[in-house]
């Protein structure tokens, strides 16, 4: 009898909940240092892609494909960063209509 293998999650490089929880509530510190690293690593990511349009407008670039890389991670960074400021407003919204 074939022995089944259980399917692997792609795109999240294997990070569990736990690692999540660990980060959150010890190793890392607060919400606020969580949001802070975030938006450091999210400028980062800009920085890189602004980086690889201006070195693509140049003539510069040496490996197209791997700026368009670059460029649609910025572009996913940035919205996935806009979605979940977006929930927290609405949280915020949400606290603020609740009656005590």
Do not use: C, W
Not at 5 to 28: A, C, H, K, M
């Amino acid at each position: 009898m074939a022995q089944i293998t259980p399917i692997q999650p792609s795109g999240f490089n294997n990070i569990s909940l736990t690692d999540v929880n660990n980060e959150v509530n010890g190793r890392q510190g607060d919400f606020s240092s969580l949001l802070k690293k975030s938006l450091d690593e999210l400028n980062a990511s800009q920085e890189k892609s602004d980086r690889a349009l201006a070195d693509m407008a140049s003539g510069r670039v040496k490996d197209l494909h791997q700026a368009a890389i670059t460029i649609g991670k910025a572009e996913t960074s940035m919205k996935l960063m806009l979605e979940v400021r977006n929930k927290a407003i609405s949280a915020y919204k949400e606290i603020l209509r609740t009656q005590v």
